[in-house]
Every structure is written in structure tokens, then in C-alpha cells.
């Protein structure tokens, strides 16, 4: 997931100039909207103790693989970026607290480890991310790019936390 976040952590300034002609303003209005589509994130826990920690975690995985293509696709369009932006921070955000949930669950003796590792893994794979992505998107380019990192995103749905973790009463 961190990796395949640094489609647009990343790369969406370059994304929406690419593919709008958008310039620096453009760009801060796509952060704007990813911000504020972030807020959202408050939600994780509530969501966890409602629908689970696989379901919430494969909804928003398919959610950031999809606003990656919003956002980066040759066919995206100004509203269509905004909004694939909007739904992406909403997604991270909580994506990054089911992760954080996670981890205190399955470490709940030593909660600050589970905390850590959770962040942990998302700068791993961000650091690992951002320069596989820019190689791509500089070589055969950013349509591939693109569609590479949004399966990349879906791909982290393999792992699951099924039943080992107790749920922890809201």
C-alpha cells in the first residue's frame, strides 16, 4: 500500500500537469482535495468494529486503485481528478488506520511496537515506491505507470488479518 500510495503522494502534481496542463495551482487544489478527502480517516475505527479490518482494508485498497486511475489516466478530467483525489486521501487515511489497528491488535501486550510497525512498512514501501514509479513513468510512461501502481494497490489485499485478531469491543 505504501508503495502504490506514491502514485499520487508523490507523483499526482506531475500526474495532473501531465495529463491536464495543470501548473502549480492546479496541483495545490489536487493536495487540497486529498487533504480534506483524508478527514474521512477519523472513521477508520468505526469502521473497522462495524464491517471488520479485511473488509475495510479491501474496500479502500480498491478505492486508492482506483483514484490512482482517476487521477493518472489519459482520460481523466479535471472533475474526475479532484474527485479521484478527494477519495484517495479518504482511502489512504484510512487504509494507514486500519493499519495502525492492526498492529496494536495483533501486538496488544506491546502496542507501541504494533504502532511502529505499521508505520513502519508504509515509508518502507514509500521509499521503495516513489523511484520504481518515476523510472516507469519516465520510460514507457505514466499510462503504465499508472496501471502498474493501481494493481500494486489491489495487490496488498492478499494479506488479511482473518479471525487471529479478537475484536476489540467500540
Avoid: K
Avoid at 31 to 54: E, H, K, M, P, Q
Avoid at 126 to 137: H, I, K, R
Wanted: net charge positive.
Amino acid at each position: 500500500m505504501g508503495a502504490a500510495s506514491t502514485a499520487l503522494w508523490s507523483f499526482g502534481g506531475q500526474l495532473v500537469s501531465e495529463r491536464l496542463g495543470w501548473g502549480p495551482t492546479g496541483a495545490g487544489i489536487l493536495w487540497s482535495c486529498i487533504g480534506i478527502g483524508g478527514i474521512a480517516g477519523a472513521w477508520a475505527g468505526t469502521l473497522v468494529n462495524r464491517f471488520g479490518l479485511d473488509r475495510v482494508h479491501l474496500a479502500c485498497l480498491g478505492l486508492m486503485a482506483g483514484c490512482i486511475l482517476a487521477v493518472g489516466s489519459g482520460i481523466t478530467t479535471p472533475a474526475l481528478a479532484l474527485i479521484g483525489g478527494a477519495l484517495f486521501g479518504a482511502a489512504y487515511v484510512t487504509v494507514t488506520g486500519v493499519y495502525l489497528i492492526w498492529g496494536v491488535r495483533a501486538l496488544s501486550d506491546r502496542p507501541a511496537t504494533g504502532l511502529m510497525i505499521g508505520f513502519l512498512t508504509m515509508a518502507v514501501g514509500q521509499t521503495a515506491g516513489a523511484p520504481v514509479f518515476g523510472l516507469l513513468m519516465a520510460g514507457p510512461g505514466a499510462g503504465l505507470a499508472v496501471t502498474c501502481f493501481a494493481a500494486l494497490a489491489l495487490s496488498a489485499g492478499f494479506f488479511r488479518a482473518r479471525r487471529a485478531i479478537a475484536v476489540i469491543p467500540a
